[in-house]
């Protein structure tokens, strides 16, 4: 008795196989059940190993997810933090901003100050410095003028120190003929005593006779220095003055 039987070949046309015997059909199944669950447990295997590796990688990734989450976290902290610190650097920047700009404001103002001041002394400068060269001129002027009135003033006072000798001169002419005169008067007065003593008056007439010589040898007597003597004349206050200037 032959069978037949009909079964599906991998990747290909449908197959039939004919079976002399049962056995021989029996063998075949049993072959093809034995390479299906060869098959089968070679798939299971791959299977268990494929859920290990997935296993593994699963934990793998929840690992790196941790370590991803942690990290973020850390990173929003880190993010929140110097978000922080950058408001208040902001806030510290705006402040030493205005700051800032106030004291430059303020230094502007004084600068402006300083540099009026700067102009006002150096116009007062240029005010000393003509006022400077002014007395200057006028210094050398008076010194000038000075040295010419020390001049004058040495020549008046050489011209004074010999006016001063010629008036002590003077002097000791006039004493001198005032000394004469002293003797003159008492040679009158003791020759008149002599006459009178010699000779007593007899009368009117002799009396007015000894009168009038005795006026004569009166005038007789010089009354007045020598022709070759000569006196200098007091210099008038108007000549001094004239001598000065």
């Not at 037949?4 to 046309?13: I, K, L, M, Q």
């Not at 791959?46 to 990290?71: G, I, P």
């Not at 006016?163 to 008149?192: G, P």
Request: proline share 3%; charged share 35%; hydrophobic share 30%.
């Amino acid at each position: 008795m032959c069978l037949t039987v009909s079964c599906n070949v991998r990747h290909g046309e449908p197959k039939t196989t004919k079976f002399g015997s049962i056995e021989e059909e029996l063998s075949f199944w049993k072959d093809q059940s034995d390479k299906h669950q060869q098959r089968a447990e070679e798939a299971q295997e791959e299977l268990q190993e494929f859920q290990q590796m997935s296993r593994d990688y699963e934990a793998e990734l929840e690992t790196e997810l941790k370590q991803c989450e942690a990290r973020n976290r850390e990173l929003l902290s880190n993010n929140n933090r110097l978000r922080m610190e950058l408001e208040n650097i902001q806030e510290k920047y705006e402040a030493q901003h205005s700051e800032a700009f106030r004291q430059i404001s303020m230094l502007e103002g004084d600068l402006e100050e300083t540099t009026a001041v700067k102009d006002q002394l150096q116009k007062y400068i240029r005010e000393l410095e003509q006022s400077n060269d002014d007395l200057e001129r006028a210094k050398r002027a008076t010194i000038m003028s000075l040295e010419d009135f020390e001049q004058r003033m040495n020549h008046v006072i050489e011209r004074n120190a010999f006016l001063e000798s010629e008036l002590d001169e003077k002097e000791n002419l006039l004493e001198s003929v005032q000394r004469l005169k002293d003797e003159a008067r008492d040679l009158r007065q003791e020759l008149a005593v002599q006459q009178v003593q010699e000779r007593r008056p007899s009368s009117l007439s002799k009396e007015k006779d000894r009168t009038e010589s005795s006026s004569s040898s009166r005038s007789t007597i010089p009354t007045t220095p020598p022709n070759h003597l000569v006196y200098s004349q007091k210099p008038q206050p108007q000549a001094f003055v004239e001598g000065i200037t």
